[in-house]
T-cell receptor, first 115, second 113 residues
Framework: DTAVSQTPKYLVTQMGNDKSIKCEQNLGHDTMYWYKQDSKKFLKIMFS?????LIINETVPNRFSPKSPDKAHLNLHINSLELGDSAVYFC?????WGTGYEKLFFGSGTQLSVL | DQQVKQNSPSLSVQEGRISILNCDYT??????FLWYKKYPAEGPTFLISISSIKDKNEDGRFTVFLNKSAKHLSLHIVPSQPGDSAVYFC????????????FGTGTRLQVTL
C-alpha cells in the first residue's frame, strides 16, 4: 500500500499543452509538497501546503498552479507547457511543519517530457 | 546559489568497506541536516538526520558527522553492502518559520562485490 502515490509516472506532451499531475498520501500527514528535480539533479521545492493552506510558494511561474482539495491530496496543474518544464516532479508529505524536522515521504516521481 | 554542495557526483566502494559521502553547506543559519537515499525510479527516502547541537548521530550501519565550524557533514556507511548502491542526497534546513529543505545534487554510491 503506497504511502505517497502520484500519477502519472511518465508524461510526454507537446509544448503549449496543459497537464495535471495528481498526488495522494495515506499517511495522515498535514503537510504536502511539490519538488522539481531538473537536469542538473537539483531537488527544489516548488510549493508546500499545510492543512490545505499554501505555506510555501517559491519563485515558480504562475503557469504552475497547485490545488489541495483536502489534506490528503495535492495536485499540480501546469498550463502552456514549455520545453524547460521537462523534469522529474516529486510529491512529498510530512507529519510536521515549522518544527524544522521535515522528514519527507516522497512519491516515486513523474517524469515530464515536453517536446 | 547552491547552499548545499555534494562535490563528488559518484563513489565506488567495495563490499564490506566503509563508504564516506561528503556534504558542504554555506548557509550558517542551517541547524538541522538530513540524508536521503534514492533508488532509480523511486522517490528519495529518509535515512538519518542530525541537529546542529550534536556532532554525531548513529543508526545501525549509518553514522552522520557534523563539523559546524567547517560547515561540513559526512555520512559513513560501515560495512557497505550492495543494497546500499543508490544516490544519496544531503539536505539542510533552518528551523524557522516557512522552513524548507535545501538539497544537494546527490552522490551516486556503487558498492561492488
Amino acid at each position: 500500500d503506497t504511502a505517497v502515490s502520484q500519477t502519472p509516472k511518465y508524461l510526454v506532451t507537446q509544448m503549449g499543452n496543459d497537464k495535471s499531475i495528481k498526488c495522494e498520501q495515506n499517511l495522515g500527514h498535514d503537510t504536502m509538497y511539490w519538488y522539481k528535480q531538473d537536469s542538473k539533479k537539483f531537488l527544489k521545492i516548488m510549493f508546500s501546503y499545510n492543512n490545505k493552506e499554501l505555506i510555501i510558494n517559491e519563485t515558480v511561474p504562475n503557469r504552475f498552479s497547485p490545488k489541495s482539495p483536502d489534506k490528503a491530496h495535492l495536485n499540480l496543474h501546469i498550463n502552456s507547457l514549455e520545453l524547460g518544464d521537462s523534469a522529474v516532479y516529486f510529491c512529498a508529505s510530512s507529519q510536521d511543519w515549522g518544527t524544522g524536522y521535515e522528514k519527507l515521504f516522497f512519491g516515486s516521481g513523474t517524469q515530464l517530457s515536453v517536446l | 546559489d547552491q547552499q548545499v554542495k555534494q562535490n563528488s557526483p559518484s563513489l565506488s566502494v567495495q563490499e564490506g568497506r566503509i563508504s564516506i559521502l561528503n556534504c558542504d553547506y554555506t548557509n550558517s543559519m542551517f541547524d538541522y541536516f538530513l540524508w536521503y537515499k534514492k533508488y532509480p525510479a523511486e522517490g528519495p527516502t529518509f535515512l538519518i538526520s542530525i541537529s546542529s547541537i550534536k556532532d554525531k548521530n548513529e543508526d545501525g550501519r549509518f553514522t552522520v558527522f557534523l563539523n559546524k565550524s567547517a560547515k561540513h557533514l559526512s555520512l559513513h556507511i560501515v560495512p557497505s553492502q550492495p543494497g546500499d548502491s543508490a544516490v544519496y542526497f544531503c539536505a539542510a534546513i533552518f528551523t524557522g518559520t516557512a522552513s524548507k529543505l535545501t538539497f544537494g545534487t546527490g552522490t551516486r554510491l556503487q558498492v561492488t562485490l
